[in-house]
């Protein structure tokens, strides 16, 4: 089992930084990837953006050059930090844990963002 506990969530104006973080624990050495999913209301849950094992990553093209996953391997955490914030980027955002074949995964709480003036 991995438990995720996310944080750094709230309310931004457009234009401005937030950064999420999620620290994992458990049997954290089954972990292949580490994702940030978001879920906006009345919408499906999207991937946002993904950290593999061997430190590549992958972003979806709406947060391309805006957000950045990166991870500390010490503290177990993996972090989203998030600039030029939109409107549409309001959503609940989740931490997700993958293992290798994706025969298991775990999720987090959810945090939420909601950026608007």
């Known amino acids: 089992q991995v438990q995720l506990v996310e944080s750094g969530g709230g309310l931004v104006q457009p234009g401005g930084s937030l950064r999420l973080s999620c620290a994992a624990s458990g049997n954290i050495f089954i972990v292949n990837a580490m994702n940030w999913y978001r879920q906006a209301p009345g919408k499906q849950r999207e991937l946002v953006a993904s950290i593999r094992s061997g430190g590549s990553t992958n972003y979806d093209d709406s947060v391309k050059g805006r957000f950045t996953i990166s991870r500390d391997t010490a503290k177990n955490t993996v972090y989203l930090q998030m600039n030029s914030l939109r409107p549409e980027d309001t959503a609940v955002y989740y931490c997700?844990?993958?293992?290798?074949?994706?025969?298991?995964?775990?999720w987090g709480q959810g945090t939420q963002v909601t950026v608007s003036s």
């Open positions: 997700n844990a993958v293992n290798e074949l994706h025969t298991y995964t775990a």
